[in-house]
């Protein structure tokens, strides 16, 4: 989406060894920090320990039920350092912030991440940047969440872009970047799932956003997309520890399901056969996002233009692969009532095929264009309880 479009810490051990079961022992306690950094330490072993990558990627989307984007934070850009995470205005996450999105009924969280402003040259991702983002799937973690992690705001000819011009940059880019993402989480279980991109697309041309599904640019875009999935499933895979058999999730051009559904497209082939489509519908665009024009009120006649979800589960679902939509979302047009029974039949149709929905989150609650907020991160409390409500019954 647009702006408004386990680790192991390196244990200090001291001497609190000592006397351990033996006679004349110091009772003396362990330093609390000291404590706190075995637990860590333990958790992480009990981590690899339960890692179970049993389900085929069709049953595991259907874990992940109704999830939450940590949108306009660590996909933010501005700024420098550590500050990009409140460019946009947001608040830095906390644990308590995270554990808060569990307590409000979330199952899973997809934390968009922009890594190409803290690269360098050759694309070596920041230390202290890796370490922001590994801080904060933990905060996920220990609330007990699947994550999501991606490359978001990377779309750039500095980095990827689809077309034949700048594909050897994009390839390049994809593979150095995730071999260090890779390697950072390789010993995360299950509950992490890698996103090659976000929405890979032509920006910058007037093909952007929508094209003719046998334009030749567009077809190109899409071939090229293919292709750099595959780049990214194969570095994954190579990357030791967990990533043999994680989850991950690929898209088409602009992760729109339309594009999915052109005949350019295909999923990569892979060994563990894991791979999920990522496709991400603010649909039907007239009620979800033109706020400028389109309308306003939903009635139950309005679902035919949910039927995507159908094209997704034959093309896609029946033949394997899990789908999940990694953004939706309906912008206020102080239309309450409307948006709840939109959430409603938008919801349960995707939970009948055992597709999770990830709910864009930029903080915006005004009626305009794109106000997608559902969670006051700060005050910790919801802004729109009847929506969120019934999407959380759609998944129970």
Not at 257 to 282: G, I, K, Q, R, W
Not at 386 to 393: G, H, Y
Request: overall charge negative.
């Amino acid at each position: 989406m647009k702006k408004l479009s386990l680790l192991c810490a390196g244990v200090l051990m001291t001497s609190i060894m000592a006397g351990c079961g033996q006679s004349g022992a110091s009772t003396e306690t362990a330093p609390a920090e000291t404590s706190a950094a075995v637990a860590a330490a333990e958790t992480t072993e009990l981590k690899k320990a339960e890692a179970n990558f049993s389900l085929s990627s069709v049953d595991y989307a259907k874990q992940l039920k109704l999830g939450w984007n940590l949108g306009n934070t660590l996909d933010a850009l501005g700024n420098s350092g550590l500050e990009t995470e409140t460019a946009w205005g947001q608040p830095k996450t906390t644990k308590e912030m995270i554990k808060y999105v569990k307590d409000a009924g979330f199952t899973s969280i997809r934390v968009p991440v922009s890594w190409g402003q803290h690269t360098d040259k050759d694309f070596n991702i920041d230390k202290a940047w890796m370490g922001r983002v590994t801080e904060v799937v933990d905060y996920a973690y220990d609330a007990g969440l699947y994550v999501i992690i991606n490359s978001h705001h990377d779309n750039d000819k500095k980095y990827y872009y689809p077309d034949d011009k700048n594909y050897e940059n994009s390839e390049k880019y994809i593979e150095t970047i995730w071999s260090q993402v890779a390697d950072n989480f390789k010993d995360y279980d299950q509950h992490l799932i890698f996103e090659s991109m976000n929405e890979p697309r032509l920006s910058g041309t007037s093909k952007e956003w929508w094209f003719q599904p046998n334009d030749a640019e567009g077809v190109a875009s899409i071939k090229n997309i293919s292709k750099l999935n595959q780049v990214f499933v194969d570095t994954v895979r190579k990357s030791g520890g967990n990533n043999d058999k994680r989850y991950l999730m690929v898209p088409s051009n602009a992760a729109s399901p339309s594009n999915a559904l052109n005949n350019a497209f295909t999923m990569p082939t892979d060994s563990a056969e894991h791979v999920m489509l990522s496709v991400h519908a603010y649909t039907p665009y007239d009620f979800a996002m033109n706020y400028g024009g389109g309308y306003k009120d939903w009635s139950g006649t309005k679902g035919k233009d949910l039927s995507f979800m159908g094209d997704l589960n034959k093309k896609f679902i029946r033949n394997g692969y899990g789908v999940v939509i990694g953004e939706f979302g309906a912008t206020n047009k102080n239309n309450l009532d409307a948006r709840v029974a939109w959430a409603k039949q938008y919801t349960e149709k995707a939970a009948s095929y055992g597709i999770p929905c990830f709910l864009w989150d930029n903080g915006g609650t005004d009626s305009g264009d794109e106000n997608f907020g559902m969670i006051n991160r700060s005050a910790r409390s919801v802004y729109f309880p009847e929506i969120l409500d019934t999407m959380k019954a759609s998944y129970e």
